[in-house]
């Protein structure tokens, strides 16, 4: 049985790392290089950074990148600004074990299946983020800012069928309010797909991580819970081993 992973996502901004609430409202945590230091070293078991202004800029910041995963001692996942296989490439080079896609995915769904047959299927990650709307739960980009026509289970399906070997399933609607995971919406994804599917958006107690692996995630992901609650990465564990999931605590 595979084992449940905890992995902190880091917003970068510049060099700081930032926390938004429903993709908004951008609030400042601190360094980026001494967050990744202080995640290597409470037991995380990957790390997820995400440049939000990569897009807007035109570029990646492969500087910052290699600095960061310097630091890193797990696992690392990083997205923003991917366009082409040769900026996936960029990251590789940096120091990334895995990128992340979004907004290019809705333009142009092949760039998964390019990198996927460079680097494996295991190397890409699908960042789908989900808003509610009138029509139910509908795949989202660009912070958010641009909604489309598939639904999160469509976005889903049609990712693994480009090549994603792991979802990253993050709701807009609970980003940053610490009001728990979406668990009707982790159990309809993760019965739809055979990749792992990593939560995001909603923690805000570690009876949250519990009841969202009980729905069907692989792993949990988090910000505000550490930053503003202050738990940490061991005492998450000890209390979901205590439940009966598997985790990793060495």
């Not at 680097?119 to 980009?141: H, M, P, R």
């Amino acid at each position: 049985m595979l084992k449940t992973r905890i992995i902190p996502i880091l917003l970068i901004k510049g060099s700081s790392v930032v926390k938004t609430v429903r993709f908004k409202d951008v609030r400042m945590v601190g360094d980026a290089i001494t967050n990744v230091k202080v995640f290597s070293s409470r037991m995380a078991d990957e790390m997820v950074v995400v440049d939000i202004e990569a897009t807007s800029k035109g570029r990646i910041n492969e500087a910052l990148i290699k600095r960061l995963a310097r630091e890193c001692v797990m696992p690392l996942t990083v997205g923003g600004g991917i366009k082409t296989v040769e900026d996936a490439e960029k990251l590789f080079r940096s120091g990334a074990d895995k990128v992340v896609l979004n907004s290019e995915f809705y333009l142009n769904p092949k760039i998964i299946s390019e990198i996927a047959d460079k680097y494996g299927q295991q190397a890409i990650v699908f960042s789908l983020d989900i808003k509610n709307t009138d029509l139910g739960a509908v795949a989202t980009s660009n912070s958010a800012t641009n909604i489309h026509k598939l639904s999160a289970l469509e976005a889903a399906v049609k990712a693994v069928e480009f090549g994603a070997g792991e979802i990253i399933l993050n709701s807009v609607d609970r980003d940053g309010t610490m009001e728990g995971y979406d668990l009707e919406l982790i159990s309809e994804i993760s019965s739809a797909v055979d990749v792992p599917v990593v939560v995001a958006g909603g923690c805000g107690s570690k009876e949250d991580c519990v009841e969202a692996v009980k729905s069907g995630a692989s792993a949990i992901a988090a910000g505000s819970i550490f930053y503003w609650i202050g738990e940490s990465i061991i005492s998450l564990k000890d209390y979901m081993r205590q439940n009966g999931i598997e985790m990793r605590l060495l």
